[in-house]
């Protein structure tokens, strides 16, 4: 698969936003504390790295949450991805399906917009320690945290407005 297509798309976008303001017309106000989570801590192939998916509904859109396992500070980064108007809650629930599983679904919407959070705007801010699991396809031993987030406030011009919100999760940490 090449990358050529998608930069393309990436670029018209671009070129549409700048000549005609906002993709949907109206700035997109996205309230993480009154919407739905799914977190998903499984793979196929055992534990991985958390993500958070926030739906709004209301305003075709979705943020991606990943916290990393990675390292001990326990990084996480964010991703807006704004939907066309006309997106159905089914069709973004099979778009989260295809970014976490193993891509089911070939009829999905396509974001007009994918807006990756500045660094410094999604923190882990205190972790605690529930128990030890074992990873079963290599039989590995992960400590199983609950981690507590922050997202600070975020906007993008005539796009969307995040809220400030707190958050708790579940993580896989390798011993």
């Not at 303001?21 to 504390?33: C, R, V």
């Not at 128990?131 to 600070?152: R, Y």
Request: one cysteine or more.
């Amino acid at each position: 698969m090449t990358l050529f297509p998608y930069s393309i798309r990436i670029a018209s976008t671009l070129s549409i936003l700048f000549l005609t303001g906002s993709i949907s017309g109206k700035e997109k106000q996205l309230e993480a504390d009154t919407t739905k989570e799914l977190q998903i801590r499984h793979s196929m192939l055992g534990f991985r790295d958390t993500l958070l998916f926030y739906t709004f509904p209301d305003q075709q859109a979705v943020l991606r949450i990943d916290i990393s396992s990675k390292d001990i500070t326990l990084p996480v980064t964010g991703i807006v991805y704004l939907f066309p108007n006309t997106t159905t809650d089914e069709g973004i629930k099979k778009w989260i399906n295809n970014q976490h599983s193993d891509g089911l679904f070939p009829d999905i919407p396509s974001p007009d917009l994918i807006h990756k959070l500045p660094k410094g705007i999604c923190k882990a801010v205190a972790t605690k320690i529930i128990g030890e699991k074992k990873n079963s396809p290599n039989n590995q031993i992960f400590t199983d945290q609950e981690v507590m987030i922050a997202i600070k406030a975020h906007e993008l011009q005539g796009q969307f407005k995040l809220a400030p919100f707190k958050d708790r999760s579940g993580i896989f940490i390798p011993k």
